[in-house]
């Protein structure tokens, strides 16, 4: 049966042509139906994604609408996958064909995708077929848009791996001054001195966004400072999961300090998962608890203001850090110190001063000074109409 | 025991790690990528039971320390039961009473509220515009430069159209330039925080032994 | 130490801020005053592709054009949104067009709902004939293709349960062929999917309305001529208004208030389905009604009024810290002495 | 009665909107009623959408499918998966708290590495490109803009010539101003600090004062509930 269908659209393919004009005898069409079809695998996917490409090529009049059915497998009613009704003008149509569309009726990844003209009627039905193509699709091991990231990525492990070694032999970096991190001490000493507490919002990501994951490792060395002190920190969070490891943390950092008495896993609690719930609640208890000191470091959306004029309100020093762009000018305007974008992922490292983590941000900056240079090389060329690495390298 | 409760995890992290990298560059796992997908959701599906235990720890701790405020831990109980009561059985149901007290409480309480505590906003970027946009150093005369014309551009009028031109230079050039900026250096500590945690360099988040 | 001004100033406590803007804001809203805005050439181009669509149905009777309206909007954005689609809809209905609608998630169901039989009883429209309401176009990408050739096979029944098929507007609109424009009122990326599915796959005019904030992203497309014009933000929305106001002036040519409580007076009401809206008019959703029409210039009064007060706000704080620094530098001047 | 009925709700809607904007005055106990109904309703509603919308969907109902679908591979790993985030439940007891490390390894770790990729797309590749180029296609530095300034030398050409040049050489100075490990005798990085602080207050102002107007909607949109929908019911009720 396979073989048939294959044989026949090898005859389809040589003499479509002919086919055209055989079937003219069985329908009233005044004229040969034309056009140009081409059907090609997408490349790049999972062997789902289909190329068409469809030029009209009669005359306006005597064609006004065709209709394009792409199948999979073999052309029958079921196998359908989606079909187009095109208009007859001078161009060429290019649709971008899913072989795997309907959730209705999954089928396996298709390996073979067909597709079929038919001269249509002003009601949109087929009137006539009079083309058809087809193509096996192939599923491919590497997306080559990515490849930039994939290359990336494999730089910054080459330089991960340089400067961890070096790191390992005790060469010292040197790493500028942050000062929003520089702040973090006076802060927690302020709400010491004044009897206050601290607050800790680890944004409202949940742990799939690496802001929040960011945010946890800030915590383990800010609550090290803090039990120094033996001043409450509080960490009301907005998600269960960021929750448990909030926990762990501020545990764990306790511990380290041998303060293992401070921990009350109270003092870390989950609110609600609401957006401004979360943010009514959080800064209801900054107006009745009156914190010395407040850091907002994390993911924020437009709530992070409401934290930081609250926060504002009751006179505690805010430190505040996020990786939304948009809401970054809002905790310059509102907060006394803010990590401005990368300076929260590099804070981690800053504090705790690990070796480990202090040689990654080298390889950070050395990855960074490559990309500069790529833009510059990048500008350079395409002044001359080079698009080597727009196209290739730097993708849209 | 450091086996199981510190290595093991550990290599969870770095296998589930490398795995969702390598999903996203070979195309023809994409049917796997998608199972992987929903699976991950499934993780999730019962943190909420120990959230709403740390909730209910929290308040219970909060009525034995301040009793005289114990009303609003049963008005926030009280309204936790209805509500999940009412979604749980309304939300999917076409009519009947827990329909329309699903349907009420979701319209007049929850998306009023919601909207309210957003419109907030409009209070607090005024009071820390008064506040920031002070001549106080070089840096804040910028911002306060910049932020007062666009602020004038935008309602613009007559002769004062000469703001609402400045507004779009300075939202299509420097601010453009400074957020690209910032994303590009956001987007590579991302990247080095993503990676230091696959490598083990970073695991504050398992917590100690 | 007697309180210098520039201290009463600086030291102002947050509530009365809050407490000004409160009133510069409601004031307009009491006071019902309407800011006349210049009209910008984004929405003029827009309202001009709605009157050609008019002219070009004045002229083929037999072969009239529709508009395809998107709900793609959520609760959150309803503020900015809204006074877009209440005068794009009189627009629409003022110059009896075709008007098919749709929306593309659960939750924009019944703010689309709402709004379209609210605007469609200021005009007798008739369910069915001048207007449908389609209902969920979910997955979206979906319904944008196959409304290249016929969208009524994916909708089966429209949003009120009836057949497709027997829907005599359904019957003469189901594709992009017979619809002049797609008319988008959105706070998401959604004008993107259509420029992506209709306009470049079948030539589909499409014209947006869209938030203040979102808007910066599509100006791009405006100006390359992707769009048929833009209502940016609460201001395109007046402006929109306005134009419309106009226009009904001069195709009503009466009091409004005469014209509402007229339109369902002398006529057959029991022919008319109160499915979609009841056919009479009170009194007092009269006087909605007529405050909707002037509910985006209403906002931007109250929007002119906060810009204002939030600049002499910053004026003042600035003249009051001058001072404050110009005595504190005399004053260690005169110590150093 | 039914009067009551139709008021009632919008009626509760205005109350909880007033009881919020109380707190802009101070902190009271109204602020605080509507603040704990919100927190109660909201994780209500929470629970139930992980019951309608995770475990349901996401959970029992593939796994039931792919059982009747002779599918046992699948419906095993999706079991192992409920199996795994269950363990959450051992943070009831100090002793067993730490099994609950593993879905939160697991979590951490896919998204860490699942991220990369799409982050080096949209934040890294997709805006340096866009550095070197306009969207059509036009260099960044597009020397026919000059060409056509010294042609016909007025503001709006010269403007035009001059904005991709003021954008590349503001993202690179915002670039190196947030160099790390480079000392600060390091003469690229200290000529660079001031101006890059010049582009990014700029920037934070205009964004700032741009999303003003759109904070401002909110609330006339909360005072348009109160002042026309809200009023018009309470008039139609009152009155007939």
């Known amino acids: 049966m396979k073989r048939f269908v294959y044989i026949l659209v090898i005859i389809s393919l040589l003499f479509s042509a002919g086919f055209a004009e055989e079937a003219e005898n069985n329908n009233e069409l005044d004229f040969t139906p034309k056009g140009k079809l081409e059907i090609k695998d997408k490349g790049n996917d999972d062997g789902t994604g289909v190329n068409v490409f469809f030029r009209p090529q009669n005359k306006p009049e005597e064609v006004k609408y065709y209709l394009l059915r792409v199948y999979y497998k073999s052309v029958s009613e079921d196998n359908l996958a989606a079909q187009y009704r095109i208009e007859n003008k001078d161009r060429r149509y290019k649709f971008n064909v899913s072989l795997q569309k309907r959730r209705k009726h999954p089928y396996p990844n298709s390996r073979k995708g067909v597709a079929r003209v038919y001269v249509s009627n002003e009601k949109g039905e087929a009137v006539k077929a009079f083309l058809t193509e087809s193509t096996n699709t192939s599923a491919s091991w590497f997306n080559i848009n990515k490849l930039s990231a994939f290359m990336g990525v494999l730089l910054f492990l080459l330089f991960v791996y340089i400067f961890i070694k070096q790191a390992r032999r005790g060469v010292e970096f040197f790493i500028r001054k942050i000062p929003g991190l520089e702040e973090l001490d006076n802060a927690v000493g302020r709400a010491t001195e004044l009897g206050k507490p601290i607050y800790y919002i680890p944004g409202i990501g949940t742990t799939s966004r690496i802001a929040t994951l960011a945010s946890l490792n800030i915590l383990a060395p800010v609550t090290r400072k803090v039990a120094k002190f033996a001043t409450p920190l509080k960490v009301p969070n907005r998600d269960p999961v960021v929750m448990s490891i909030a926990q762990d943390v501020v545990k764990e950092g306790y511990m380290a300090e041998g303060r293992p008495d401070l921990f009350n896993s109270n003092d870390v609690f989950f609110l609600t998962r609401q957006q401004f719930a979360f943010a009514g609640a959080v800064s209801g208890l900054f107006k009745r608890e009156k914190p010395g000191a407040v850091f907002l470091l994390g993911k924020f959306y437009a709530e992070s203001l409401i934290f930081a004029e609250t926060a504002n309100d009751v006179g505690a020093i805010q430190i505040a850090g996020t990786d939304s762009v948009s809401q970054i000018p809002f905790f310059i305007a509102a907060c006394d110190y803010t990590l401005i974008g990368e300076e929260l992922f590099a804070a981690s490292g800053y504090l705790s001063g690990d070796p480990l983590i202090v040689g990654t941000m080298k390889a950070q900056d050395y990855l960074k000074a490559i990309l500069i240079v790529l833009l510059f090389i990048g500008i350079i060329l395409n002044i001359f109409d080079i698009d080597i690495i727009t196209k290739y390298i730097l993708q849209r | ?209 | ?337 | ?240």
Not at chain 2, 26 to 36: R, T
Not at chain 3, 149 to 170: A, E, H, K, M
Not at chain 3, 213 to 234: K, N, R, T, W
């Open chain 4, 1 to 240: 009665m039914e009067a009551i009925s139709t008021l009632f709700w919008p009626t509760v809607a205005v109350l909880l909107t007033l009881a919020i904007y109380t707190f802009l005055w101070e902190d009271n106990p109204i602020y605080k009623v509507a603040e704990h109904i919100f927190t109660g309703v909201s994780v209500g509603y929470m629970i139930a959408q992980s019951w309608h919308n995770i475990i349901m969907p996401k959970l029992i109902v593939p796994t039931t499918n792919y059982f009747s679908n002779g599918r046992y591979l699948l419906a095993i790993y999706f079991i192992i998966g409920g199996l795994i985030g269950l363990l959450y439940l051992s943070r009831f007891s100090e002793k067993t708290s730490w099994l609950s490390r593993y879905p939160i390894a697991i979590t951490v770790g896919f998204y860490a590495g699942f991220k990369i990729v799409p982050i080096w797309m949209t934040n890294v590749s997709k805006q340096l490109n866009a550095t070197i180029q306009y969207p059509n296609g036009d260099s960044m530095l597009n020397l026919k803009m000059f060409g056509k300034f010294f042609d016909n030398p007025t503001w709006g050409n010269f403007i035009s010539a001059i904005n991709g040049p003021i954008i590349v050489i503001g993202v690179l100075l915002v670039l190196i101003y947030f160099f790390f490990s480079f000392s600060n005798d390091n003469i690229v990085v200290r000529a660079s600090r001031k101006p890059a602080l010049v582009v990014l207050m700029l920037g934070f102002g205009g964004s700032f004062g741009y999303t003003f107007m759109a904070r401002i909607s909110l609330f006339i949109g909360r005072m348009n509930y109160i002042f026309s929908d809200w009023i018009e019911i309470l008039t139609t009720t009152l009155g007939g």
């Open chain 3, 1 to 337: 130490m007697k309180k210098k001004w520039y201290d009463v100033i600086l030291q102002i406590g947050k509530p009365y801020i809050y407490l000004g803007m409160f009133i510069v804001v409601v004031v307009p809203f009491l006071a019902k005053c309407e800011m006349q805005t210049y009209e910008t050439d984004i929405s003029k181009t827009m309202y001009e592709k709605i009157e050609s669509i008019y002219k070009y149905n004045q002229k083929n009777a037999d072969s009239e054009m529709a508009i395809l309206f998107a709900f793609d909007y959520g609760p959150s954005t309803t503020p900015e949104n809204d006074p877009m689609v209440y005068s794009v809809l009189r627009h629409i209905f003022l110059r009896e067009i075709p008007l098919l609608v749709w929306a593309p998630y659960v939750p924009y169901l019944d703010i689309a709902e709402t709004r379209l039989n609210r605007i469609a009883k200021e005009y007798k429209a008739i369910y069915g004939k001048d207007y449908v309401f389609l209902g969920l176009a979910y997955p979206v990408d979906a319904y944008m293709i196959s409304t290249g050739s016929d969208f009524r096979p994916l909708f089966n029944t429209d949003y009120y349960g009836n057949d497709v098929y027997s829907i005599p507007l359904l019957s003469k609109y189901y594709s992009y062929d017979n619809l002049g424009l797609v008319v988008s009122i959105t706070s998401t990326s959604m004008p993107l999917f259509w420029l992506q599915y209709a306009n470049a796959l079948f030539d589909q005019e499409i014209s947006v309305g869209t938030t203040a904030v979102s808007a910066a992203d599509f100006y791009p497309f405006v100006s390359s001529g992707q769009f048929q014009g833009m209502l940016a933000g609460l201001k395109g929305a007046a402006e929109y208004e306005q134009m419309v106001e106009r226009l009904e002036n001069k195709i009503i040519n009466k009091d409004i208030k005469v014209y509402l409580s007229d339109l369902y007076r002398d006529i057959d009401t029991s022919q008319i389905n109160k499915k979609y809206f009841e056919p009479k008019f009170g009194a007092e959703e009269i006087q909605v009604a007529i405050n909707r029409r002037s509910q985006a210039r209403r906002g931007m009064s109250s929007q002119f009024g906060a810009h204002i007060y939030v600049i002499i706000l910053i004026l003042f704080g600035n003249l009051g810290y001058y001072f404050k620094n110009k005595e504190s530098n005399k004053t260690t001047v005169t110590k150093a002495r």
């Open chain 2, 1 to 209: 025991m450091s086996l199981w409760k510190r290595r093991l995890p550990l290599i969870c992290t770095i296998v589930f790690g490398i795995m969702g990298f390598i999903l996203q560059l070979v195309p023809a796992f994409k049917s796997f990528l998608d199972i992987q997908n929903q699976w991950m959701t499934i993780l999730f599906g019962f943190a909420i039971v120990i959230g709403v235990a740390s909730l209910t720890k929290y308040h219970f701790k909060k009525i034995r320390q301040k009793p005289e405020e114990r009303i609003f831990s049963y008005i926030t109980f009280s309204s936790l039961i209805v509500m999940a009561v009412a979604t749980l059985f309304g939300m999917k149901a076409e009519t009947g009473i827990f329909n329309a007290l699903y349907k009420n409480l979701f319209d007049y309480v929850y998306v009023p509220l919601d909207a309210t505590i957003f419109s907030l906003l409009a209070f607090y970027i005024t009071s820390a515009a008064f506040r920031a946009f002070k001549a106080s150093s070089w840096l804040s005369t910028l911002l306060l430069f910049a932020g007062g014309i666009v602020m004038l551009g935008r309602v613009a009028f007559g002769p004062l159209m000469v703001f609402g031109e400045l507004t779009q230079w300075i939202m299509s050039v420097p601010t453009v330039a400074a957020m690209r900026g910032i994303k590009i250096g956001i987007g590579l500590g991302m990247m080095a925080t993503s990676i230091k945690i696959i490598l083990g360099i970073e695991r504050s988040f398992l917590g100690g032994e």
